[in-house]
């Protein structure tokens, strides 16, 4: 059973940065493609970033690319997402997601492992 608990948000003013973290345990994190996603009040959960077990590629909304960037350190089982450039269309509370499978990685409906997620708020 792989657990994954998201750190790092908080409130920041439009044009900050935040860096959130989730940590893996439970399972061999290396083999496992990542995911951030984010739900704002009364919206849909939305894809925002992605990465390949390797680390080697990774994917973008269109929302967030050239702002927004996830990386991972597989010796730390820790996924990262850095985020720049924030703007308050930006609040929402954010969750990463693991999975076997390579397939879909922007669709939430890929990943078989959720985090509780972790706010992010910015104020304008």
């Known amino acids: 059973q792989v657990q994954l608990v998201e750190s790092g948000g908080g409130l920041v003013q439009a044009g900050g940065s935040l860096r959130l973290s989730c940590a893996a345990s439970?399972?061999?994190?290396?083999?496992?493609?990542m995911g951030w996603f984010r739900q704002a009040p009364g919206k849909e959960r939305e894809f925002v970033a992605a990465?390949?077990?390797?680390?080697?590629?990774?994917y973008y909304a269109d929302s967030v690319k050239g702002r927004f960037t996830i990386s991972r350190d597989n010796a730390k089982n820790t996924v990262y997402l850095q985020m720049n450039s924030l703007k308050p269309e930006d609040t929402a509370r954010y969750f990463c997601?693991?999975?076997?499978?390579?397939?879909?990685?922007?669709?939430?409906?890929?990943?078989?492992?959720w985090g509780q997620g972790t706010q992010v708020t910015v104020s304008s």
């Open positions: 990465i390949r077990s390797s680390g080697g590629i990774t």
């Open positions: 439970g399972g061999t994190f290396s083999s496992y493609a």
């Open positions: 997601a693991s999975t076997r499978g390579g397939v879909g990685l922007r669709s939430p409906n890929a990943y078989a492992y």
